[in-house]
């Protein structure tokens, strides 16, 4: 069973910047992808990044494209989510998550899941 800590949540400005990060128990096949979700109050759960630690490969959200930027450190055990120009439509709580595979990256399907950070923006 893997596990996920998240970390790095906090209020800012619009057009400020923060760094999630994530830290996992173990890394296994199960959890070959790695990356992080988002819920704002009243709304599904969506999508925002996900990497595979096997090819590299990076998937971002049309609406965090060129601001957000997803990275892992294998040594580490850690994925982290540099956030930078943040808007207020940003604010949600964030989840790491893992699974198996990079798509397709579902909040119904993913096997592993943190406990969230919550990331507020004001404008």
């Known amino acids: 069973q893997v596990q996920l800590v998240e970390s790095g949540g906090d209020s800012v400005q619009a057009g400020g910047s923060l760094r999630l990060s994530c830290a996992a128990s173990e890394l296994t096949l199960s959890s070959n992808c790695m990356g992080w979700f988002r819920q704002a109050p009243g709304k599904e759960r969506e999508g925002v990044a996900r990497?595979?630690?096997?090819?590299?490969?990076?998937f971002y959200a049309d609406s965090v494209k060129g601001r957000f930027t997803i990275s892992l450190d294998n040594a580490k055990s850690t994925v982290y989510l540099q956030m930078n120009s943040l808007k207020p439509e940003d604010t949600a709580m964030y989840y790491c998550?893992?699974?198996?595979?990079?798509?397709?990256?579902?909040?119904?399907?993913?096997?592993?899941w943190g406990q969230g950070t919550q990331v507020t923006v004001s404008s």
């Open positions: 998550a893992a699974h198996r595979f990079c798509t397709p990256w579902d909040a119904s399907t993913v096997s592993y």
């Open positions: 990497t595979s630690r096997f090819t590299s490969a990076s």
